[in-house]
């Protein structure tokens, strides 16, 4: 599994002007394909009168899914450069949509590799990327007497606090580094004098 992924920032649209063609790049964030899907399903519906909606999307941390389409424009001239663009800036869980208005310009086959790499460049640049780091998920059991100040130190020694939950005993989910299990272990015995719970989760990204 990678380590880390970059993603888009948030979703939103930036939009620029080629040879009196409008050209929308909408992007988003997208955990699955079938996100992926909808997303462009979406921008479609949005743009019902537009020349063309092309689209190219990456899902998985290590890029296991890839996908693009050039909706009517010359083979290989809108999907493949805008697949390229997310590649090329290792782009992961992201999907782009580029949705054209004929301006009545032509732009020929290398204008139009240009135009729709370019647009998903462009709306990287404006929307911003983010970095997701792999941890582990896991769970620290306190006594009431001990859980405020335990929660204190996680967050005072910079560890991700997810969630507490208040039952018989205090659950505090947590996110790890994958390399910081062990040092972390020996430093939750050594605070809580031994009396604290440690259970081991599954991995995310954040």
Same mark, same amino acid.
Not at 137 to 156: F, I, P, Q, S, W
């Given at each position: 599994?990678? #380590?880390?992924?970059?993603?888009?920032?948030?979703?939103?649209?930036?939009?620029?002007?080629?040879?009196?063609?409008?050209?929308?790049? $909408?992007?988003?964030?997208?955990?699955?394909?079938?996100?992926?899907?909808?997303? =462009?399903?979406?921008?479609?519906?949005?743009?019902?009168?537009?020349?063309?909606?092309? &689209?190219?999307?990456?899902?998985?941390?290590?890029?296991?899914?890839?996908? $693009?389409?050039?909706?009517?424009?010359?083979?290989?001239?809108?999907?493949?450069?805008?697949?390229?663009?997310?590649?090329?800036?290792?782009?992961? &869980? =992201?999907?782009?949509?580029?949705?054209?208005?004929?301006?009545?310009?032509?732009?020929?086959?290398?204008?139009?590799?240009?135009? &729709?790499?370019?647009?998903?460049?462009?709306?990287?640049?404006?929307?911003?990327?983010?970095?997701?780091?792999?941890?582990?998920?896991?769970?620290?059991?306190?006594?009431?007497?001990?859980?405020?100040?335990?929660?204190? #130190?996680?967050?005072?020694?910079?560890?991700?606090?997810?969630?507490?939950?208040?039952?018989?005993? =205090?659950?505090?989910?947590?996110?790890?580094?994958?390399?910081?299990?062990?040092?972390?272990?020996?430093?939750?015995?050594? =605070?809580?004098?031994?009396?604290?719970?440690?259970?081991?989760?599954?991995?995310?990204?954040?």
């Amino acid at each position: 599994m990678q #380590d880390e992924y970059r993603t888009v920032a948030r979703e939103g649209v930036h939009e620029t002007e080629i040879s009196r063609s409008r050209f929308l790049c $909408a992007l988003a964030p997208a955990a699955t394909e079938e996100e992926a899907q909808a997303f =462009v399903a979406r921008v479609r519906k949005e743009h019902p009168t537009a020349s063309h909606n092309c &689209y190219a999307y990456v899902i998985g941390a290590d890029a296991s899914v890839q996908k $693009a389409s050039d909706d009517g424009e010359p083979g290989g001239t809108a999907g493949v450069p805008m697949l390229q663009m997310l590649t090329r800036r290792e782009m992961r &869980y =992201v999907v782009a949509v580029v949705t054209r208005y004929f301006g009545g310009v032509k732009l020929g086959a290398g204008g139009l590799i240009r135009a &729709y790499g370019g647009a998903v460049g462009e709306a990287l640049d404006t929307l911003g990327t983010v970095t997701r780091r792999r941890f582990r998920l896991a769970t620290v059991t306190v006594d009431h007497g001990r859980a405020g100040k335990m929660e204190n #130190d996680l967050r005072a020694t910079g560890r991700e606090v997810r969630d507490v939950r208040y039952a018989e005993a =205090v659950t505090i989910e947590i996110g790890l580094p994958e390399g910081d299990v062990e040092r972390f272990r020996a430093w939750l015995a050594d =605070v809580s004098a031994g009396t604290a719970g440690f259970e081991l989760g599954g991995e995310a990204y954040g």
